[in-house]
């Protein structure tokens, strides 16, 4: 992979743009062809991935995809017939927080750092999501985060032992991954993965304290601002601008502050 960075790093700057467009339209295409994205989703997709081809290559664009790829075979695996599709602000808020290490890559003269930073904002995207996925092959119904009481499965704040299972090997697939594609030394192997839980464990507390929750007209829970008509659901508890976006958004940031962190008693 390396090698083939560096082939194309030493291509006309003219040229390079349009290999990457022609990979990203391949992308493109065949997650709209199994259902993955929606087109809003997509265009999202697509800048951020030509911003990430442009800066790191393929070597940074590899764990991106990664994520996204199994996390949709999960998704769809795990709730049957639900298209699993993501659109365009699901698409920002797992995709922007990473960004914060590729400034640090730019600007900063610690690129390393960067890259950790990238790379742990990453796996805590991954482990939350194949926690949430995963835990619905729990038979057993996942219980708060708060008390430790039962509550039903795809409650915001509920976690199980099969979610946080889930969430390990999502976290350390991403470690092992970046670790290989960045030559990273072996301490960040773990400060990734560990950043990565920590981070996913964090989203289920911002979503169990924080998470916006709301009560449509028959008297059910949901965590929908609408009803399919369009109409205002009643706010029963939480913040009115917490939904699962932002709570995505904010915990993909946490697992690069933690990295960070780390990274100073290294």
Request: net charge neutral; proline share 4%; no cysteine.
């Amino acid at each position: 992979m390396k090698g083939i960075d560096r082939l194309i790093s030493d291509l006309p700057q003219g040229l390079r743009i349009v290999i990457f467009f022609i990979i990203i339209l391949i992308v493109a295409g065949i997650a709209i062809r199994k259902g993955y994205l929606t087109k809003g989703g997509t265009l999202a997709a697509s800048f951020l991935a030509l911003f990430v081809l442009y800066v790191l290559g393929l070597s940074g664009l590899l764990p991106f995809l990664f994520f996204f790829l199994s996390s949709s075979v999960l998704t769809k695996a795990a709730e049957g017939q639900k298209s699993g599709m993501r659109n365009f602000s699901q698409v920002l808020a797992n995709g922007v927080p990473p960004f914060s290490g590729l400034i640090l890559f730019l600007f900063s003269p610690w690129p390393a750092l960067g890259l950790l930073m990238f790379s742990s904002s990453i796996a805590e995207i991954t482990a939350d999501t194949w926690a949430s996925e995963g835990g619905l092959f729990s038979h057993k119904n996942p219980r708060s985060i708060l008390t430790g009481t039962e509550v039903p499965k795809g409650t915001s704040g509920g976690v199980s032992l099969m979610g946080i299972a889930f969430s390990f090997l999502g976290s350390l697939s991403i470690a092992f991954l970046t670790t290989g594609l960045f030559s990273f030394p072996i301490s960040f192997l773990f400060v990734i993965t560990i950043s990565g839980i920590l981070g996913s464990l964090f989203d289920s507390l911002l979503g169990a304290v924080f998470e916006a929750r709301y009560s449509t007209k028959d008297g059910d829970v949901t965590y929908s601002r609408y009803d399919d008509e369009g109409n205002e659901n009643y706010r029963i508890s939480g913040l009115p601008f917490m939904d699962n976006d932002m709570i995505n958004f904010i915990s993909s940031l946490f697992s690069a502050s933690l990295s960070f962190l780390f990274f100073l008693f290294l």
